[in-house]
């Protein structure tokens, strides 16, 4: 698995467990809704600040983000 995958799967796990749709997700973090559905499918090569836009719509920070076990494989 990629870094792109890793990410994208790790956004989509976190959303899911939060009960968000990718809808809710896009208006909350102000990113288009087929951007995210690429991101969680690993299709996109995102930046800081798309980053940092989704991490504050899940409410975590870089650290509890990239600190899991998905980014440890």
Request: hydrophobic share 35%; charged share 35%.
């Amino acid at each position: 698995m990629n870094i792109k995958d890793k990410f994208g799967f790790e956004v989509k796990e976190r959303r899911q467990q939060k009960g968000y749709s990718i809808e809710y997700l896009a208006n909350i973090s102000n990113i288009d809704r087929t951007y995210i559905s690429d991101i969680e499918k690993g299709k996109r090569n995102v930046s800081i600040e798309i980053i940092e836009k989704i991490l504050a719509a899940l409410d975590t920070d870089f650290e509890d983000f990239f600190n899991t076990k998905t980014f440890k494989k």
